[in-house]
């Protein structure tokens, strides 16, 4: 699996200033610098501000507040879990493989995040408890990628057809969370992740058999 | 569904004294009260020795600490939980029916937790994040209740008997936590849960069929 290079997104709620700006991007990238290293919660505008040689005012000419520059760098977070996930979901495996693949990538990439890279972890559960828009846009993203593989694996011949599709597919989203869900990864044990994602996919497998 | 009577659980980690003692038993419902008026967080043993006309020493004859007693508050509202779903595992139903039961029952609990008794909910979340031992039990509890409802399936013939007991038991109960981890209701739209929840109940069903 070849780890995307992390896109800068497109502007969000709350970003300023001419959209390709590179002092957009360099704020941004600041950001996930001083965010991994020092947690969000530490991190000022001014600090971002200092690290790239210009003034706290200029950095509002892009970004309204911190958590504007916040949901930037949790939507990058988060594109370098949704570009492979997408490569998995539209790859030229089986249905069944890229279903237990996905399992299998968010597992690790939510590990990856809180066991790695604890301080951009830290930004990901405030993201997720207040539900800002680049987490909410990650859930549709993880919607759409089982739906795609359910539907090719109905299409072959892998799955059912009888259940409404939206429906399993919204099911299946639902049982990723235990694995994939910042504050539920904190809670488990890592030796009983792994059993338990399996498990959960063979019981997921089974179910969609025709 | 008739909710059972709530126990003073037995004595735990952190509580002294003669077990039978009727003191420690006013101190929990002191303590239940408090807690449910002005959280776990704002209370403290002293205000809990007023209550009951006692000196704060006294109260750390029963109890070690605040966290003592927590533990036992938080083992009592989980046994309101656990009582009625033993029930329901228990019950004179088909498997089936009692699985969906299970899963509704977790559910509306869960809510019921977080929206008519927030102040309680806020120690059940404390109590998750730092596995409290009641917390502990209470999965151990939604896991047999599960692998009571299988066997019986099993047995019954509506379930399937080719996958290891163990490994569905324990898929199914990963199953449940989008619908009963307070962490996770307290994020989702109450709207979608119920959906949600059926979606999961109705895909673990197709995976049970023989």
Known sequence: MNIMEP???TPERGQRGPVEHERREQIIRAADEHFSRYGYN?????????AIGVSSAYVYRFFESKQAIGEAVCAMTLARIDGPMMEIATGPQSATDRL???YR??????MRLFFDERKLHEIVVVAVRDRWPPVL??????????RLVVADGRTSGEF?????????????????????????????????LEA???????????????
Request: hydrophobic share 45%; charged share 25%.
């Open 7 to 9: 896109t800068i997104p």
């Open 42 to 50: 530490k991190t000022t505008v001014a600090d971002l501000a200092k």
């Open 100 to 102: 237990r693949s996905l």
């Open 105 to 110: 990538w968010l597992m690790e990439e939510g």
């Open 137 to 146: 846009r990650h859930k549709q993203l993880i919607l759409e990628a089982v």
């Open 160 to 192: 059912e057809r009888k259940t409404p599709l939206d429906e399993v597919a919204r099911a299946i989203t639902a049982t990723t969370e235990p694995f994939a869900h910042p504050v539920l990864l904190e809670q488990k044990d890592p030796a009983d």
């Open 196 to 210: 338990g994602m399996v498990a959960v996919s063979n019981l997921v497998l089974r179910s969609l058999a025709p």
